[in-house]
């Protein structure tokens, strides 16, 4: 029903592979070096800045006109976008949550985020895509992404200046 007619990518899979990989295994490998550096919520929303911008670069790019070079320096991102959103989110429940539960909240965190992103990646955006086009699509998730950042920032400051009881980000290692 949500079949997409996309035209077929000109650039190799495998340079997206080979540009993909080494930005994710980073991230993943010097998590810690950047929780230590920065506080969980401020990686989370640093991640998702990173994407925001990374979709605005992918509305200027898309189409039949794109070039290896351009995709490939956003795919550099990847990483950045994606894992350390995972690294911190899962390390902030990994602290907050009762330690007889943390493989538990972990396993639900990554699967609603897993669920819920594949919905709405799956359905709303290829319908988007598919009626108005990669760049609509593109510029449309980067609003949304950032809507979701300020939206986060107020609601961490509100709860951090309301509550009696603060939330602390960091985990002595």
């Known amino acids: 029903m949500f079949a997409l007619n996309c035209p077929p990518l000109t650039v190799r899979p495998q340079l997206f ?40 670069v992918h509305a200027c790019i898309v189409g039949p ?9 956003v795919q550099c991102s990847h990483g950045l976008c994606f894992a350390g959103f995972l690294v911190a989110s899962v390390e902030l429940v990994d602290i907050l949550s009762p330690p007889h539960l943390r493989a538990t909240t972990q396993s639900a965190l990554v699967l609603g985020q897993a669920t819920i992103a594949g919905a709405i990646g799956n359905i709303l955006w290829s319908v988007i895509y598919h009626n108005f086009g990669g760049s ?4 449309l998730a980067s609003f949304v992404t950032v809507a979701n950042i300020a939206a986060t920032w107020w609601l961490m400051k509100w709860v951090r200046s309301s509550s009696p009881y603060t939330v602390v980000a960091t985990k002595e290692i």
């Open 17 to 56: 592979a080979l540009n993909c990989l080494p930005s994710a295994n980073t991230q993943l490998f010097y998590s810690d070096d950047l929780l230590k550096r920065f506080d969980h919520i401020t990686l989370v929303l640093g991640s998702q800045a990173v994407c925001a911008l990374r979709m605005l």
């Open 65 to 73: 006109q794109a070039s290896t070079l351009p995709l490939m320096l």
């Open 136 to 139: 609509a699509m593109y510029c």
